[in-house]
């Protein structure tokens, strides 16, 4: 099985833009997670995705926001961004069922710089 | 809310030796899964372990091993016959079943040295 796509892998705004990534989760996974991953507060939880619907949501300012389809891909948007915002962008998939099997595999990333 | 300490920010280890990496964690819940991820220079977070809490038996994978002490809310990975590809960064990872979000450790820089 393919795994987990994230694309684009290298990203340079500036402060006040918006952006938006994507996430396609490895085939028949329904549940799609982001992360940011930050020198500073390390690795941290911003959302989940289940059939297309928010399930679990970190503690991040509404500027983040994100969506899933029905094939399951999903996307993370930041608006307004600011130079904190810079930041490695984890996408990780899993079954989604939560039927005592839940593994989270991961992409390979999105970097973001805010300049 | 759980959280996940790694006490050790990096370790190093000679080659085709034993290193043990630290992990606990604080939680109310009796059930839950804890991970062992690995995030090498290239930035891929991979997954190198699970352990179930409701399972007595240490989980174990390859030269990958955990000692799980549930009642110390310990969780630390062995990794025996050390190779220059386990150079990375180790995170302590928990989940509670009923929530698909993963709370992480401050992670361990690992080197493995010639």
């Known amino acids: 099985k393919a795994g987990v796509t994230q694309t684009p892998r290298y990203l340079i705004k500036t402060r006040g833009q918006q952006v938006t990534l994507s996430c396609s989760p490895i085939?028949?996974?329904?549940?799609v997670s982001w992360y940011q991953q930050t020198p500073g507060q390390g690795l941290q939880f911003l959302f989940e995705?289940?059939?297309?619907?928010?399930?679990n949501k970190g503690n991040f300012p509404g500027r983040f926001s994100g969506r899933q389809f029905s094939n399951s891909r999903s996307e993370m948007n930041v608006s307004t961004l600011e130079l904190g915002d810079s930041a490695l962008y984890l996408c990780?998939?899993?079954?989604?069922?939560?039927?005592?099997?839940?593994?989270?595999?991961f992409g390979p990333g999105t970097r973001l710089l805010v300049l | 809310a759980q959280t996940v300490t790694q006490s050790q920010p990096e370790m190093s280890v000679q080659e085709a030796e034993t290193v043990t990496l630290s992990c606990t964690y604080d939680?109310?819940?009796?059930?839950?899964?804890l991970f062992w991820y690995k995030q090498p220079p290239s930035r891929q977070m991979i997954l190198v372990i699970r352990?179930?809490?409701?399972?007595?038996q240490n989980a174990t994978e390859n030269r990958f091993s955990v000692n799980f002490q549930k009642a110390a809310k310990s969780f630390s990975l062995k990794i025996s016959d050390s190779q220059l590809g386990d150079t990375a960064m180790y995170f302590c990872?928990?989940?509670?079943?009923?929530?698909?979000?993963?709370?992480f450790g401050g992670g361990t820089r690992l080197m493995v040295k010639p």
């Open positions: 995705y289940f059939s297309e619907t928010q399930r």
């Open positions: 990872a928990f989940m509670i079943p009923a929530g698909n979000m993963l709370t």
């Open positions: 990780a998939s899993s079954l989604g069922n939560l039927q005592g099997q839940e593994t989270q595999y």
């Open positions: 939680t109310s819940e009796s059930n839950y899964y």
């Open positions: 085939s028949g996974h329904r549940s």
């Open positions: 352990q179930e809490a409701y399972k007595q």
